[in-house]
């Protein structure tokens, strides 16, 4: 394999294919099968499972919203993008004339698409183990620079409801139970939409925690992971 990741391709059509954008099979009257939509389609599920199944497996105590977000910023266009760029699919994809001199070699969307796909031809040509260390190796090497962001659910809601809304998020605690020495906190965080670039009229999700800040850490999380961003 050229592109800087050490597998082999028993099948060499498999990785031909997944470096094949649209727009070079169609300059070449090739057929829409014959470039790597099929595969990116097939290396999307594959992605998610098994980042997924890491997440589950590395951080036992994350709640649902909290894994989701994770993997949303693992697997987003600009993580692939970037992961793209490092194995060095930019300087291997082949695209049309216009394409190419449109910098299509640098659009994030053409770059994820193509990561995806190739972890699809891994699949098929190497089975779940090799493409499970392709992602290892390649996405979940980077999870320790996502972390850090994506555990501060509250600054996160905040800068995201300014810039979409104009307004910060409204905690709210609802509920405590449990001994004095061990309570559990439930706590209400409410985003009262007006206008901005989304239409909403009233966003709200709730959580809980061992005390106040987790509690509304974890509401945070819960409405970042239902939130139409």
């Known amino acids: 394999m050229a592109i800087g990741y050490d597998y082999n391709f028993r099948d060499t059509l498999l990785r031909e294919r997944a470096l094949t954008h649209s727009s070079f099979a169609n300059e070449k009257g090739l057929g829409k099968l ?7 389609f097939l290396g999307d599920s594959i ?14 105590k994350k709640p649902e919203g909290e894994m989701t977000k994770l993997r949303a910023e693992l697997v987003c266009e600009a993580s692939l993008s970037d992961a793209a760029k490092r194995i060095g699919l930019d300087g291997e994809i082949k695209l049309g004339k216009g394409e190419a001199a449109n910098g299509g070699n640098s659009r994030p969307s053409i770059l ?36 850090p962001a994506a555990s501060d659910n509250k600054s996160r809601l905040q800068e995201l409801t300014q810039r979409l809304y104009g307004i910060a998020p409204v905690y709210k605690l609802i509920g405590e ?53």
Do not use: W
Request: charged letters at 20%; proline letters at 2%; a negative charge.
């Open 112 to 147: 994820a698409d193509a990561f995806e796909a190739m972890l699809a031809a891994i699949y098929l040509d190497g089975g779940y183990g090799a493409a499970k260390s392709f992602v290892e190796t390649v996405i979940l090497g980077e999870i320790s620079s996502v972390v």
């Open 177 to 229: 139970s449990g001994p004095d020495h061990d309570k559990l906190f439930t706590v209400e965080v409410i985003v009262n939409v007006t206008g901005g670039t989304k239409t909403h009229s009233a966003i709200d999700a709730k959580g809980t925690g061992r005390t106040k800040k987790e509690a509304e850490q974890s509401a945070a999380g819960a409405i970042l992971a239902s939130i139409d961003l």
């Open 34 to 40: 014959t470039c790597n939509e099929r595969l990116e």
């Open 47 to 60: 992605l998610g499972f098994i980042t997924a199944e890491y997440i589950f497996k590395a951080y036992p």
